[in-house]
């Protein structure tokens, strides 16, 4: 199939076809995008919002597991999340995302993206600014030759008389109408569910992917596991939580909170906060480390400037944001490494995706999600492009 290049006029319908369609533009779904037009498949993305600021990660910061390939810490990198998910991990998988972690972050380097420098002139490469990221993967899907439908909001998959997906159809919220794709795959990367939250970027977070997928007979998996708190300053939308390493937790007579800044702290902080309000003070951070906070995730500290308090020396109330499979694990369940559903023709990437085989039981938010958005993106598109060519190949016919 090629791309069709008929343009939408007024409200008129619009039926486009393409060899892999990839519904939505984070993270996942510009890898997608960009690795099945690499291999050779026409390719349409089509996000509900704006691909490039549309999501939780164009919003903000976030840190990345990027390893070094030396074999004791990525030995060692997997051991500590084997544990915490309650050794439900695969150390196959964990193994495979920290290689096409590191391959893909180095690929950004090598397309232009600005890696800070430590004071060494070493390129630090284990976090990533969300505006600069994602302008720079829209930029690279367009140059993959992949075409981007902005503001198409799926409604519903297609599939063909043999159950396979075949496309998917909705609506053009800003030049009214209809329209469709008709496709050869499909990769949902639609995201998690954490519009309730209230969180920064969530709020086209539905879930909305998991759903049209359940509805062609895709199955879900790790679905107990998405029951994921972040902490958030009560007065604020960021729910980036790597910096409360270096926080002390208090109650509000100033009484340090034990536990609250454990492995578990998140627990005993929200069995805290059913009875009394919580505190914290990132007052455990020296002058080296604020600067490179600062540096590292700016918008994390857009509400303390904003609220006039300086979160290194003046207490401020925490609360916990519901992120369900944002920092969740449950999502689609993968049968092959290339991660494919239950669905011929239907794969899943990023937060759409259970995080199962890298973490177990625990929580798939922060470095982790970054990773996995990288590398179950790269999978799905290469996944997704060697089916479609392949029933391109055997001449079949998608029908609705």
């Known amino acids: 199939m090629a791309v069709s290049n008929a343009a939408p006029q007024g409200s008129a319908n619009s039926g486009y076809e393409a060899d892999v369609l990839v519904i939505g533009g984070g993270p996942a779904g510009t890898w997608a995008a960009i690795q099945a037009a690499q291999a050779g498949a026409s390719v349409i993305l089509a996000d509900k919002g704006y691909c490039g600021s549309s999501g939780a990660t164009a919003a903000a910061g976030t840190a990345v597991w990027y390893v070094d390939p030396d074999p004791q810490k990525r030995q060692a990198a997997m051991a500590s999340r084997y544990e915490m998910g309650g050794r439900l991990a695969d150390a196959g998988w964990m193994s495979r995302v920290l290689d096409q972690t590191w391959d893909g972050i180095n690929t950004l380097a090598d397309w232009g993206y600005p890696f800070p420098q430590d004071t060494a002139g070493v390129s630090r490469r284990n976090s990533l600014q969300g505006p600069e990221y994602m302008r720079l993967m829209r930029k690279q899907v367009k140059q993959a030759g992949g075409k981007i ?29 209809a329209w469709s794709v008709r496709a ?11 519009f309730l939250s209230r969180a920064l970027g969530c709020n086209v977070l539905t879930g909305d992917g998991l759903l049209m997928a359940a509805e062609l007979g895709a ?3 790790g679905m107990e596991f998405s029951n994921a708190y972040a902490i958030a300053p009560e007065f604020g939308s960021v729910t980036k939580t ?14 340090p909170i034990p536990g609250a800044a454990s492995k578990g702290g998140r627990s005993v902080i929200a069995r805290e906060l059913l009875r009394q309000k919580v505190y914290a003070r990132l007052d455990l951070a020296d002058e080296a480390t604020r ?15 904003r609220s006039g308090i300086d979160p290194f020396t003046q207490r401020f109330p925490v609360t916990l944001r519901l992120e369900g499979t944002v920092r969740g694990t449950g999502g689609l369940r993968l049968t092959g490494a290339d991660c494919a559903t239950s669905v011929p023709g239907l794969y899943a990437a990023g937060d759409a995706a259970t995080r199962e085989p890298i973490c177990g039981g625990f929580t798939g938010g922060g470095s982790h999600n970054a990773a996995w958005a990288i590398s179950s993106g790269s999978w799905a598109g290469a996944g997704a492009a060697r089916h479609a060519l392949d029933v391109r190949g055997r001449g079949r016919t998608a029908q609705g």
Do not use: K
Request: aromatic share 10%.
């Open 149 to 177: 439908l902005d503001h198409h909001p799926v409604l519903e998959l297609l599939r063909d008389a043999d159950g396979a997906v075949a496309g998917a159809a909705g609506v053009d919220r800003q030049r009214g109408g």
């Open 184 to 194: 050869g795959a499909v990769v949902i990367a639609t995201g998690g569910c954490a």
């Open 219 to 221: 199955e879900l998996s």
């Open 242 to 255: 790597l910096f409360y390493n270096w926080a002390t937790f208090t109650d509000a007579d100033g009484v």
């Open 291 to 305: 600067a490179a906070m600062r540096a590292a995730q700016p918008n994390f500290f857009l509400p303390f400037d």
